[in-house]
């Protein structure tokens, strides 16, 4: 090519502007004098932007550090260690089965969480919210000591659950359970008073088990007891609560409305009118007072929490009152007990406390109330408690979310007297309070203290008042004024068809009270049954969360074989006995193939070490590796043996599928002996191993017959002639093209194939030049094979190769199928079955069950039409309406704007809007594909480069909202790209410019889902060739 002159240097460096804060190489120490770094530092502080004290206005937005996006969650999942015999567990009341719902998450099965949460806690979402977690299940988390701290359990367990509650699911009863066949008692009438925690936890349980006439009685016109009533909507919204009251309803489950206690209704009058179990749930109703505040009032400026934060919940509650746009029972006659609330068909206000506040008590109520005053207008707000801080009864999670929003806390403080000013609270005087060596606190009557307040507010705790009281008989108090019931049973000690529990057996928390009820409903179901003269199991059978999700078929027919399920177990360490194998089975798995085995004369002896993490994911440590690398042989057990574990295999689990692993020599009489001999233990298969990458190939085995399609064919062949039964050749990617292997074995006769083994590689080196694994003392080791997702990409490469070549021809694929979400995609690219190993060397074999509750919540939401914008089970990423298009990131003067922006909102909105209060009702779906469906699905869209459209181009968008100002797409576009992306130097917000080519690098390293996303590019695209062929004119710098 002759040489073409041009202007200047091809290779000169042009967009400085754009370049201008791309990282650069420093020839000398920076240098920048503190004064200027501190005049510049408050432009860039992230962490000091948040809203506190009387900013907090109208402002019931959501606060918990717990809340976790879609990102976070799959982040702090994937830390988890998913521990045997969990502590987490251990400290949860109900018993969540912890490591299985993160392990889901982790996979993106939410659903499967969602699951496994609700079937242990029916307000799986409000304790998600509420718990205080700290000193439950965070409290044991293993993680605790180390250097990244314990799982945000309580964050997870709340996104799970969001995420399913958005996919609008309904619950139904375990389908195994046909409520025909069930005896009379279980039309036994059951009453539950009040409808909070523990009573729609003792309630949905029963309905689980099958009881058709269940009726809650509740004194408001709403449901959720405290959840509603005194929990301020920016920790629990009573969305929530009307979610899981919906879910509870789905099973027939009753609730009368304007049902008071001691005035509508009593215990006994309850059963007197045939209710044959009573269960009692109404909380302790009533404010302790301290004698110095008796005979004040509202109009003094005087609350109770009782009075106080209800107040504030039916101004701030959307959907809390039906004349509203609610969810409860209200209509248009309001209940006595609403009325007292506000709530009675007009717009309730909050409570006017402009001005200095105090909050009396040191629990979850007090920290409640004071950060809910400051959204009532207060200017200031005190928490005086008798205590020491570190003795404190609330939680570190809301005591620092009170300091956080400027609360000022006042320690070792006991009221003294309360001064009125013109008949209204003006100052409160204190005693101050001391510790003594024996842990007592003591009032020194020589100190106190006067503090201004227009307000006061006790939170001293609450009790059980004497109307209460009289209608809770025949149920007995004790001297602390606590139901008297057994409390492994929640049962009343003095008459059998009570039962009680939550506050009002002294347990405090929401999580508690749940368990109450969920244990109440099991001692209620014998108590029932006994009276019929029938018997119960001695241990607890509660029926798990069902939805119709769950009648989903995933059985699929196979190579003329019918798998309950595609999900099997690789011929790999997973089935290196028969017993594990048996265990495996009896978790879920739909088949298994045996570990290979060869004729006696063949047998092996492993060496070690020899299965070891991989590096993939870098230096990644614990559960979850991308990959591992191994130098295992086949089995070291007899032909015989398995044989004879086949047999007793297909004897127990007639089922399940079992498939005989196979390999010998290129020997024919070899290959016909074992294939005989297996066929005749049984098995509904065989694999013919002709692709192990080490070790066997230097036998003459494995990979040295695998790589050759002459030989492939020849075995095909043999195995074909010699017996009757399906078999599938196992294929090596240690090849140069996968699918002339998959067409010789297809020659051969064989049924299927399977794509693909291990791959060759080598992982690593230790500094001192030995790999890792290394044998013997001379520290020497060979060329193993790497599993697990890292390689995914080339087994999708190769059963979609494989698909494309021989269309329908049955492919079992395996390699990286890590999840259900991986599983679909081995489907749509042709397999009709999966093999599965690493994600079992990752965890256990329970992992069965978040693949068949996530293949079944895949298939059933492609089947839903409103969910098109979903991605699987994601939902779309949503920002605030306020914020959107105004490019203001969230740091320094930036975020003060955007403080003044959500004030002015927050000032204005209406809390009771009606459309913030979404209706749980879902279209069903149309129909829900199959299994079969899913084969092959995406193939037609595979195919040759030539045949891609490079006139429909796309460009990078930038959602400025969502972007968190890393600059990693600007980075990655200038040192890897086309230098399209703009960095601006005062709000570090990226925006593309017009030389951008729709390449999707800066997608690919953006660390927040769908902060960049590719739209259709909107001008037409004109590639810049450097030098103009026609004209030699420099076009551009890329």
Known sequence: MAHIKVAHDVSEVHDIEILALNPKVQPYASFRPTAVTSADKPHWKQNAGDLTDCGLKKDFSDIKHTTLTERGALAEAGRCLKCADAPCQKSCPTQLDIKSFIGAIANKNYYGAARAIFSDNPLGLTCGMVCPTSDLCVGGCNLTHSEEGAINIGGLQQFATEVFKKMGVPQIRDPSLKLEDLPESYKARIALVGCGPASIS??????????????????????????????????????????????????????????????????????????????????????????????????????????????????????????????????????????????????????????????????????????????????????????????????????????????????????????????????VEFYKTEKGDDGQYRIDEDQFVRIKADYVISAFGSEVNSAIRAALQ????????????????????????????????????????????????????????????????????????????????????????????????????????????????????????????????????????????????????????????????????????????????????????????????????????????????????????????????????GLACGQNPELVLNICQWVRAAIKIPFFAKLTPNVTEVKEIAKAAHQGGATGVTAINTVSGLMGLRGDSTAWPSVGSEMRTTYGGMSGNAVRPMALRAVSSIARALPGYPIMATGGADSADATVQFLQCGAGVVQICSSVQNQDFTVIQDYITGLKAYLYLQGRADLKGWDGQSPPTTVPAIYKDLKLPKFGPFQEQRNKIQIEANLASDLLDPKLHPVHNAPKPVSVPTVADQIGRAVPRIGEYNKLNNKEQVVALVNSELCINCGKCYMTCNDSGYQAISFDKETHI????????????????????????????????????????VTGALQGAH
């Open 202 to 427: 003792c309630a949905t349980f029963l309905a689980r088990m099958g009881y058709t006439d269940v009726t809650i009685f509740e004194k408001f016109d709403f449901h959720g007891g405290l959840s509603s009533q005194e929990i301020p909507q920016f920790r629990l919204p009573y969305d929530v609560v009307d979610f899981e009251v919906k879910m509870m309803k789905d099973l027939g489950v009753k609730v009368e409305y304007g049902k008071e206690l001691g005035k509508d209704i009593t215990v006994d009058s309850l059963h007197k009118s045939g209710y044959e179990a009573v269960f009692v749930g109404v909380g302790m109703p009533s404010p302790k007072i301290d004698k110095v505040f008796q005979g004040l009032g509202i109009e003094q400026g005087f609350y109770t929490s009782k009075d106080f934060l209800p107040k504030v919940s039916a101004a701030s509650k959307p959907g809390l009152c039906a004349c509203k746009g609610g969810s409860g029972g209200c209509g248009s006659t309001p209940s006595a007990a609403s009325k007292e609330l506000a709530i009675d068909g007009t717009n309730p206000s909050l409570p006017n406390l402009a001005g200095r506040v105090i909050v009396l008590g040191a629990g979850d109520t007090a920290f409640d109330c004071a950060t809910s005053a400051f959204r009532c207008g207060a200017t200031r707000v005190y928490v005086a408690f008798r205590r020491g801080i570190t003795d404190m009864r609330a939680v570190p999670e809301e005591a620092d979310l009170a300091k956080e929003e400027r609360c000022e806390f006042m320690p070792f403080m006991l009221p003294k007297q309360v001064i009125l000013r013109d008949g209204r609270i003006c100052a």
């Open 990 to 1029: 990226p925006t593309i410019t017009d030389d951008c080519t729709g390449c999707t690098l800066c997608a690919s390293v953006c660390p927040v889902i769908d902060c960049i996303t590719m739209v259709p590019r909107q001008i037409p695209y004109i590639p810049q060739r450097g030098i103009d062929p």
């Open 474 to 701: 025949p149920l007995s108090l004790t001297a602390g004024g606590q139901a008297d019931v057994d409390m492994l049973t929640m049962q009343s000690k003095t008459s059998p068809f009570v039962f009680a529990g939550g506050d009002l057996v002294g347990n405090g928390t929401t999580v508690e009270a749940t368990n109450d009820g969920k244990t109440a409903s099991w001692a209620i179901h014998r108590y029932l049954q006994s009276l019929h003269g029938l018997t119960t199991s001695s241990v607890p059978q509660l029926p798990q969360f069902f939805t119709p999700i769950d009648l989903v078929d995933i059985s699929v027919e196979f190579a003329g074989i019918k798998f309950p399920n595609p999900f099997g177990l690789a011929s790999a360490t997973p089935c290196t006995s028969a017993s594990m194998i048996r265990r495996s089975f009896e978790a879920g798995w739909g088949f298994a193939v045996t570990k290979t085995f060869s004729l006696d004369k063949d047998l092996v002896t492993n060496v070690s070490p020899r299965i070891v993490r991989g590096q993939t994911s870098g230096p990644k440590f614990g559960p979850g590796q991308g990959s591992f690398l191994n130098i295992e042989l086949i089995s070291e057990k007899t032909s015989a043996y398995w044989c004879r574990a086949v047999y007793e295999l297909k004897r127990d689990f007639p089922q399940q599928i079992v498939i005989a692993s196979i390999m010998c020599g290129f020997n024919k009489e070899d290959w016909t002996e074992l294939a005989k001999m297996a066929e005749a233990s049984g098995a509904d298969a065989l694999e013919l191993n002709l692709s192990c990458p080490h070790g066997m190939g230097e036998r003459g085995m």
